[in-house]
């Protein structure tokens, strides 16, 4: 198993690019997230899903875009990049957590963006 | 608005000492609480879940504490060592609409030296 797997790991646009952050995993997991971690802060939800088809915000989720058609993929889309998203990218996989199940989750390994 | 605190100094202590790093929070009912641990450069990674009908959980030289009442929990490392050296989150989790949602704390350095 590869886990979370991310893309690219690095990346540098200028003010006004869009581009697309690439997030899979093979554990078949319902739930899906994105994450954005700045220095001094904690990691902050941008967008997650529940299932191929069911998405939703999270705490910051102006800026950007996510679609969820597999099981496997949650892209996020940067609409028209800001110097303000400057930032660590996190995707994070689990399985769906109720009463009783274990709601870990499993993370990828970043995806750092810089916004000129 | 929901809050969660850690220590945002690094914790120095010596090898074989006792790590103990502190997680409080407000305005929030947590159904769980979990410890995070991540390296730099890399995602976290999973290491223990506390719910909160439970006051203590161990796994080998972990021990985590969750107090509803303070609204805290206690991380320990015991006789720590300096591969333990990192960073250490908390998150809580609750449920919203039958699913989990977590938020993090902004986490807490540990160095451990020889």
């Known amino acids: 198993n590869a886990g979370v797997t991310q893309t690219p790991k690095f990346q540098v646009l200028k003010t006004g690019q869009s581009m697309t952050l690439q997030c899979a995993q093979d554990m078949n997991h319902e739930y899906m997230s994105w994450y954005r971690q700045d220095p001094g802060m904690g990691l902050r939800l941008i967008h997650y899903?529940?299932?191929?088809?069911?998405?939703d915000q999270g705490e910051v989720p102006n800026g950007y875009n996510v679609s969820r058609s597999t099981t496997e993929d949650f892209p996020l889309r940067l609409l028209s990049a800001a110097p303000s998203q400057t930032s660590v990218y996190f995707c994070a996989s689990s399985s769906v957590g109720t009463s009783g199940r274990r709601v870990e989750q499993f993370f990828g390994p970043g995806t750092r963006l810089t916004v000129l | 608005s929901q809050k969660i605190e850690q220590n945002s100094e690094a914790l120095n202590i010596q090898e074989g000492k006792t790590a103990t790093l502190t997680c409080n929070y407000t305005?929030?009912?947590?159904?769980?609480l979990q410890w995070y641990r991540q390296d730099p450069g890399r995602g976290p990674v999973f290491l223990l879940l506390?719910?909160?009908?439970?006051k203590e959980k161990r796994k080998e030289r972990l021990k985590v504490t969750f107090d509803t009442t303070l609204k805290q929990s206690l991380f320990h490392i015991t006789a720590s060592q300096p591969a333990d050296s990192a960073t250490y989150l908390c998150a809580l989790v609750g449920f919203s609409g039958g699913y989990n949602k977590l938020i993090f704390g902004a986490g807490t350095r540990l160095a451990v030296h020889p």
């Open positions: 899903s529940v299932g191929a088809g069911i998405t």
């Open positions: 506390i719910r909160e009908n439970e």
């Open positions: 305005n929030y009912s947590p159904a769980y």
